[in-house]
């Protein structure tokens, strides 16, 4: 007997039995949700080759139902996240750091989803020795809560500074956890990364015995509503990716909205990227907004979102949010704001409503996963990887190849002191 995405029986009950980590099964003991280490989604894109798991960022729970409707149909492993700007301590949104695990598992369960889910912790931000302090005490409460999954960002910091930073917080992660770092801030065409930051961090985290999944990098991104005036620059992506080669670490893409298919389709066939962002787009979905090919919400001439009648949240709801956004005098692109505020509104909405939300996500995901990223038919592959391992934890990808005594904290100050680079201007670059 086969499930519904032609895994055996049999072989879905072990991979919940021994895959899911111990926080998920300490906490969901009685679930039936694949809930696993983002090191699995990682391998699964790796073994099919050019392929990338979409990340979304679950603002809301009609984005998460909606995403992992798309991946059940996709027959996809998925990774549902949230950033800490979105759903830390100061979240502007309802899903958060500490309920988001609880929701992907009992979206689960309701819906007999059966493709492997990581959750996400993304742009964990660091800024200051006193974010490192507080990190020590956030990072476990949100495994606590059920992540499998975490971005250490502290590329606002300079490179020596994120590397200690990255060092420092690591012994709060669980092993068995997904691992992203991240090198040169999100801020479009303005400070740009480079090979040489990047084979820095990289570096210095192999010497200390540290080996991330992903990095992401500033590669030509922005976060948000807004096109950068040139997008992903996908040359520039390979070339770093080539150069961390022998550390076999996985890029992150950042800031996918305001990017065409065509680019991102390029980004999966000629980079070693395996985790793409999607956020600012699903919301705008959601909500029944007017977008473009690649999600990017179309305004009119008065520089308003166009509302597609009879799609997304209620006509009257809409005037209601607009109005509300109005009061508090926020521009289109502080939009996001009304996700917390809204949310319950939201669900108070007819089920034919709430329904339509969620279905414009998972058509629009759906899509996405298919004929963008070519990340379906990889929840197979994440189940055969449990098996193999046997555990919940397939083991790091890479081998420590630096020598530690180079990379002592006085010769990583010196080392990125000597790295030279234009880091763009400063300013609130978290969406």
């Known amino acids: 007997m086969v499930n519904k995405n032609n895994i055996p029986a049999a072989d879905f009950a072990k991979a919940v039995e021994i895959g899911r980590p111990p926080n998920v099964s300490r ?13 699995y989604i990682d391998l699964a894109m790796l073994k099919k080759g050019k392929a ?11 984005v998460i139902r909606g995403a992992l409707r798309a991946a059940q149909r996709a027959n996809a492993a998925l990774i549902i996240e949230i950033a800490k700007s979105e759903g830390g301590t100061n979240a502007y949104c309802p899903t958060n750091y500490w309920n988001i695990a609880r929701n992907v598992d009992a979206f689960c369960n309701e819906m007999g989803i059966t493709v492997p889910v990581a959750v996400h912790a993304d742009h964990y931000g660091i800024k200051s020795d006193q974010d490192v302090e507080t990190a020590k005490t956030e990072i476990p409460s949100m495994f606590d809560a059920g992540m499998t999954s975490i971005a250490i960002d502290a590329s ?20 068995w956890a997904g691992m992203e770092t991240e090198v040169g801030e999100i801020k479009g ?4 990364s480079t090979v040489e930051e990047a084979s820095f961090l990289i570096k ?7 080996f991330p999944n992903w990095i992401a990098l500033n590669n030509g991104t922005t976060h948000g509503i807004e096109a950068s005036g040139q997008g992903i620059q996908v040359e520039l992506t390979a070339s770093i990716h080539d150069a961390l080669e022998p550390y076999r670490i996985s890029g992150a893409q950042h800031g996918t909205s305001g990017n065409s298919s065509d680019r991102l389709r390029s980004i999966a066939k000629t980079t070693r990227t395996t985790k793409a962002n999607v956020a600012t787009a699903l919301q705008m979905i959601s909500w029944g907004l007017q977008v473009n090919d690649y999600g990017n919400a179309i305004l009119d001439d008065d520089g308003h ?14 005037e209601e949010m607009k ?7 926020w521009s289109a692109g502080n939009f996001k704001k009304l996700n917390r505020p809204f949310e319950n509104k939201l669900l108070a909405q007819p089920a034919p409503i709430r329904e339509r939300m969620a279905r414009r996500v998972e058509e629009f995901t759906y899509g996405m996963i298919v004929d963008v990223f070519n990340g379906h038919d990889t929840a197979p ?12 934890d397939p083991g790091p990808k890479a081998e420590r190849i630096e020598n530690p005594d180079d990379w002592t904290r006085e010769k990583i100050l010196e080392g990125g002191a000597a790295i030279e680079r234009d880091r763009g201007p400063e300013g609130d670059f978290d969406d």
Do not use: C
């Open 305 to 318: 979102f166009i509302k597609v009648e009879g799609e997304g949240v209620g006509e009257e709801m809409w």
């Open 323 to 329: 109005a509300y956004a109005a009061e508090m005098k």
């Open 52 to 62: 990338i798991a979409i990340a979304t960022n679950g603002r809301s729970s009609f």
């Open 27 to 39: 906490l969901f003991p009685n679930s039936r949700a694949l809930l696993v280490s983002g090191k």
């Open 156 to 175: 606002h910091m300079p490179d020596a500074q994120n590397l200690l930073a990255n060092i420092e917080l690591n012994p709060f992660i669980p092993p």
């Open 189 to 192: 065409k303005a400070g740009l």
């Open 381 to 392: 592959l994440v189940v055969e990887a449990i098996l193999e391992a046997g555990s919940y």
């Open 204 to 210: 210095g985290l192999n010497a200390h015995g540290i």
